[in-house]
């Protein structure tokens, strides 16, 4: 599903606002969604999932194709925690 996608849904769904509003209205929400990121916070949508901001330190790793012995840095990366409920609504 894409943002488009998205936008449609919402255009079908609700009656009163034209293509173009709700094509601002998905993009306000991912906005938010991204500035809340930004900040370090985790965005909790009930009966989905949360998303959230982990720190992965520095680390010993191994290049795969030498087998040289290698520093990786540490970085900041996004995770995806379902919710129970879509969870089991998949299962």
Known sequence: MTRDDLAEAIYERHGGLSRRESRQLVDRLLDSIRAALLAGNAVRISGFGRFEVVRRRARRGRNPSTGQPIEIAPRQQLIFRP????????N
């Open 83 to 90: 919710s129970r409920r879509l969870i089991d609504a998949l």
